[in-house]
């Protein structure tokens, strides 16, 4: 099941742009792509929207007003120009905030945020995922089927079901992404599923065929988390 969603905003290369980008990710189900606040209005009462691009600048109605003059709003991510608009942004709770022009990397980063946050509101069972780019490709990943995490430099090894991919994201910002999981950090290069490991050997943690080190500084923790689900 995709997140449906529209785009707002009066300029045309924009809407082009997160069209694009919106075609590319499968996680999201473009409905609409409108031009003002009045289109968007008159959508968002015909139709059951979850996320809105939102432009902030726009004439006659600015996105900020528009968006809080609705009712029950969907999840926003505002889009602008001018920096100058975050902290305005994020005042009423929006996803994240995307400065013009944003890379496909970045939106992707947004899209993750807003499915992480339907996860956190309930909605876990509908979309236990993340969506990750490695090899010019876009991968679904289910986030219980991940093993284990490995940091490598500016990349992270991510093992899930039967099959690993790179991908091109730091270590710590992912797991950041994937809070709302059951991996646990055992090692500064390592973290690994509670519910995918197959037994701890001294300070060796054997899942899947391969064998991790805890840490020292997790050590403690990572065991007694283990004890009190024993």
Do not use: W
């Not at 003059?69 to 005042?91: K, M």
């Not at 956190?120 to 969506?131: A, C, R």
């Amino acid at each position: 099941m995709k997140i449906s969603c529209i785009i707002v905003d009066d300029e045309p290369a924009s809407r082009e742009i997160l069209e694009r980008y919106i075609s590319n990710c499968r996680s999201i189900d473009l409905i609409a792509s409108c031009k003002n606040a009045f289109e968007a209005t008159e959508l968002i009462n015909q139709e059951e929207i979850q996320l809105i691009f939102l432009d902030i600048n726009m004439p006659k109605l600015s996105g900020l007003k528009f968006y809080k003059s609705l009712t029950n709003p969907p999840l926003v991510i505002f889009t602008t120009a001018y920096p100058e608009f975050a902290v305005e942004g994020f005042e009423v709770d929006a996803v994240d905030y995307l400065l013009k022009p944003f890379s496909f990397e970045r939106f992707l980063k947004s899209v993750n945020k807003a499915l992480n946050v339907f996860r956190q509101k309930g909605n876990s069972k509908q979309y236990p995922f993340i969506i990750l780019k490695s090899d010019k490709k876009l991968f679904r990943v289910n986030v219980l089927e991940i093993n284990y995490l490995e940091a490598l430099g500016d990349y992270v090894r991510v093992d899930y079901s039967n099959q690993s991919i790179i991908v091109h994201e730091t270590f710590q910002n992912l797991l950041a992404q994937l809070r709302e999981s059951n991996l646990f950090r055992v090692h500064r290069s390592f973290a690994v599923s509670l519910n995918k490991f197959d037994h701890i050997e001294g300070n060796l943690i054997k899942i899947k065929g391969k064998s991790i080190p805890i840490g020292l500084t997790y050590r403690s923790e990572f065991l007694n988390l283990i004890n009190s689900h024993g």
